[in-house]
């Protein structure tokens, strides 16, 4: 299950799991208009976690994180199933992200979304890899 976050008291449970923003980053995210973050739930219990940038007609993926002891289960492609059809049903025509080309787990998840490589940016990454910009569409079709 999505649940949308509106306050950094609803996100304590992520920062046991995630190290990937500090609790004032996520408060100054949550005041953004353009932000939504969202916590992916089931049977009860926080499982990850994602921050997006919405940009009408556009929405970017800054972050999705499935947390460690909940991966290799398949929610992280139940997770943007949902992320999708969220913005898919507000009215919302492509999500745009990025991601290393090294990163191989991302780019198998986003693989099921049939994306769009729209241009590369050379070594992004502190290691070196470059950074693949895709494209998932939203219109025109569902995801399951």
Same mark, same amino acid.
């Given at each position: ?46 499982? %990850? *976690?994602?921050? @997006?940038?919405?940009?009408?007609? $556009?929405?970017? /993926? ?5 947390? #460690? ?21 507000? %009215? *919302?025509?492509? @999500?745009?992200?990025?991601?290393? $080309?090294?990163? /191989? ?5 986003? #693989? ?25 569409? @939203? ?6």
């Amino acid at each position: 299950m999505l649940l949308k976050i509106s306050s950094i008291e609803e996100l304590q449970e992520v920062f046991k799991y995630s190290n990937r923003y500090s609790k004032r980053e996520l408060e100054n995210l949550i005041n953004k208009p353009f932000t939504d973050i969202f916590i992916f739930q089931t049977e009860e219990k926080i499982k %990850g *976690f994602s921050v @997006l940038w919405k940009f009408f007609p $556009e929405v970017e /993926l800054h972050w999705i994180e499935i947390f #460690k002891p909940c991966r290799g289960k398949g929610l992280g492609k139940t997770f943007m199933e949902e992320l999708l059809n969220h913005y898919r049903s507000r %009215g *919302f025509e492509k @999500l745009l992200l990025e991601v290393s $080309e090294t990163n /191989l787990p991302a780019l198998g998840l986003y #693989k099921n979304f049939s994306p769009k490589v729209i241009g590369k940016r050379k070594n992004y990454y502190p290691n070196g890899s470059d950074a693949l910009l895709l494209e998932i569409p @939203l219109k025109g079709c569902k995801s399951s």
